[in-house]
Structure formats: C-alpha cells, structure tokens
C-alpha cells in the first residue's frame, strides 16, 4: 500500500519538491543561457540585439521566475549541506524558512533594480 | 465534542481490498485505537487489527489515520478528525497481511542488515562498562535511543517506496545508536552495511521520518551523522572488507 499527498504534506517534502523542481527547470534553462551568451561569436551586434530584446516586459517577468529559481535552488542547498556536515540542531524549521526567506529576498532586490 | 457519532471508514482485505464503513459512538477522549477496538469487539469481529500495551511504550498498533501513519494508541480522535469522518489503513510500505495488519518482516529484518544488534566485548564476569552519559558519543546516541520500532518512519518514508531494499530511517537510526556506544566492537562492519546503495546514502531529507516520528525522534539526523561517519571511514580507508 502506498502513501498519498497527506503524508506528504508539510514543510521539509515542500522544500524537497521546490529544490527538485527549481533544479530541473534550472537544468532546460541552461541550454538558453550558452545559446544567448554564444551570440557574442556572431559578433557585438548580434549579442546586442538580443540584450535590446530582453529588455521587454515578459522578458524580466521571466528573468524574474529565473532569480526566484536560482535563488530558492542556491538557498535550498545551503540548507542541506548544513544539514548534512554541521553538527544537528533543532533549528531545522528556521532554516527552512531562512532559505524561503533568502529567496524571497533575492526577487525583491531584483525587482527594485528591474523597476 | 460537536458529533456523537463517528464515521469510520476502515480498510478491509489484503494489498486488494476495500473501505468499509462503520458508526461509532463518539466518546470523551477516545484514541483511535478505542474506535477500532469497538468495531472489532461490538460491530464486525472478523476484523484483524494489532496491538498490545495501549501505552505508546510497544509500537505495536501503528496505522495509517486520515493519511498519516501514527500510533494509534496515542492519538486522539480529536487531533485527527475532519468532520464526522475518520479513515484507518494499514501501514505503507508495508505487506498487507489482513485488514489493518501488516507483514513488518521486511522491516525488522533490515535492522538486522544494518548490524542493528549490540557487539560487546566484555562477558557477564567483567565489570559493568562505565559510560558518562555526559560524554558527547552518549549523547548522541541517547536522543536517537527511544524507539519503539512501531514502523511509522518506515511507513511515511518515501525513499522506501522508492527503493525496496533501502533500510530505511529506524534501521538507520539503530544502526547510528551502536555507532555512538563507545562498548560496541562491530562499528566498522556496520558502517560498511549502511554506506551502499540502500543505506544512509540513498536518504533524499524529505524528513517525513522526524516529521511523524511519534517518540519525537529525528532519524533524518541519525542518518545525516551515518553520512558523515560513513565518510570519514571511507576517507580513512575504513569501509572495504576487514
């Protein structure tokens, strides 16, 4: 017999599944990243362009997702290697909520520099 | 209390089976446990259910309550309804074996391939072994020593119903227990148990085992200090055949 979403409901699985996640779609956006960054071998004009390109509207609302993405992956990381190499202690759920802390910190100061 | 009746659904047959569908009084303070002893004693006593000390001390009647495995004997019907309703299965990732029973032979038998049994070196005509359970080795090996082997991690542990042979957070936690007794002789052939592909390693943190541990242990810790250990060993040349 298998369990289903109730026992999985509560904050630890949430942060596996918001690591796992972020991870998969940080791996497909890659691809992107080197193709952007290889405009640059076509020349000045080219790389440019692209950059002109994403200055648009939903261009930042993705590089948005994109921060969020990182940020919550970066800061969900630091949190397991905490918790694996440091010695335990029963902080486990501040640290849960310092790495959601961190991410939501990291969208707001780019917002600002979006705005 | 806002009902006089309970709602219970229960689970019937084996890993194919049913729910079926009781009412039972509602009483002050009723465990869980209380309701299926009603159903088994006064409404249906073909039901197979277990248990032994009613006192949260033998792990014995450990089931999965609206979704969550839990102690049975411990949990009150309070904590857990929703509504009028109440919904008992047997444990996950476990054999069914009838009803709310379920087969916990895989379950023992990986703490026993965790080296989950105490090697000493002394016999019964030595000393008593002097141990300060202030000493950081007794301490840790104290937080992690409560467990009463009910399968609740076992039965909320995902990596286990990813992974048949994974030994899984009690064997683990057992396993880290020995580690830390400065008394125990097999501490390298138990590291090299839980360090392959099933053991401490194969651990994803989802933390469901802490998260529903009803002794308030925390086996994902347990494991994280297998880790390391592990490590160290590997680091030291330790972990291969002696």
Known sequence: ?115 | MAVSTLRVSVWRGTESGHLQTFEVPRLESQTVLDVVTHIQRSLDPTLSYRFACRVGMCGSCAMTVNGRARWTCRTHVSEVMRGEALEVRPLSNLPVIKDLVTDMTPFFDKWAQARGSFQGATTRRDDFARVSPETPERRLADAGIECIGCGVCYSSCDVVAWNADYLGPAALNRAWTLVNDVRDTDRRSRLAAVAGDAGCHACHTHMSCTERCPKKLSPTASIAGLKRAAMMAALKGELGDE
């Open chain 1, 1 to 115: 017999m298998k369990s289903d979403f109730r026992a999985r409901n509560h904050p630890a699985y949430w942060a596996f599944i918001v690591h796992r996640a972020s991870g998969v779609l940080l791996s497909l956006f890659l691809p992107v990243h080197f193709m952007a960054l290889g405009q640059a071998l076509q020349g000045a004009a080219r790389l440019d362009a692209l950059l002109r390109w994403t200055e648009q509207p939903l261009v930042k609302i993705g590089e948005t997702v994109l921060v969020m993405l990182l940020a919550a992956h970066l800061a969900g990381g630091l949190r397991l290697l905490a918790l694996e190499f440091l010695a335990w202690r029963d902080w486990q759920k501040s640290l849960l909520a310092a790495a959601a802390g961190v991410t939501l910190a990291a969208v707001m100061l780019f917002l600002l520099q979006v705005a």
